[in-house]
């Protein structure tokens, strides 16, 4: 399937717009400050280019079940996918911009979820103490269901491009 999803920023300190969407493997970034005439300024790139160079798992897969969500409260984005290696190394891969302009710099992440069980179906929330992740959760081996999963990511150190843990 397709996994077609993205969400719509603002840039305060520049008063522009921007929606990102990523379908799958790849991602595309416009200006919709003006709705009539939308502006690509990024793209379509393969997912997994957000973590291109450093030698993680997540810039070697590009496996999709892909998030782009705006967070509000701090006008950050936050992106991400799973990387699978089958049968016992799951992880999801998670990009913090740091800035409110998407095609700036991220803060880069790599959590192996599992080595048994793998992550499917990501869904993220935005609370101010921290990214909610949910996910469905099956078997590496037989892949029957195992479950539902949960995580918190720390925000508050990802958002100043600290190390932070999934819990």
């Known amino acids: 399937p ?6 719509i920023g603002y840039d ?14 790849s991602f595309k970034i416009w200006d919709v400050s003006n709705p009539a005439s939308p502006l690509v300024t ?12 450093t030698g993680t ?3 070697s897969h590009n496996d999709g079940d892909p998030i782009t969500q705006f967070d509000h409260l701090a006008n950050r984005w936050l992106m991400s996918q799973f990387a699978l290696e089958d049968p016992d190394n799951y992880h999801q891969c998670i ?6 302009d998407p095609n700036g710099a991220w803060y880069l992440y790599d959590y192996q979820t ?8 990501p869904k993220f929330g935005v609370w101010p103490d921290g990214y909610y992740m949910t996910v469905n959760q099956f078997d590496g ?12 990511f720390e925000r508050a150190a990802m958002l100043d491009g600290l190390p932070a843990n999934m819990i």
Do not use: E, H, R
């Open 95 to 100: 990009a913090v911009s740091q800035t409110a």
């Open 42 to 53: 990024y793209g379509p790139a393969a997912g997994n280019t957000l973590w291109a160079g």
């Open 114 to 121: 599992s080595d048994t069980v793998m992550n499917d179906y």
């Open 57 to 59: 798992i997540c810039a």
């Open 2 to 7: 397709p996994d077609t999803q993205g969400d």
């Open 12 to 25: 305060p300190d520049t008063g522009k717009k921007y929606y990102v969407q990523w379908v799958n493997l």
């Open 141 to 152: 081996s037989s892949y029957a269901w195992a479950g539902a999963g949960v995580a918190v």
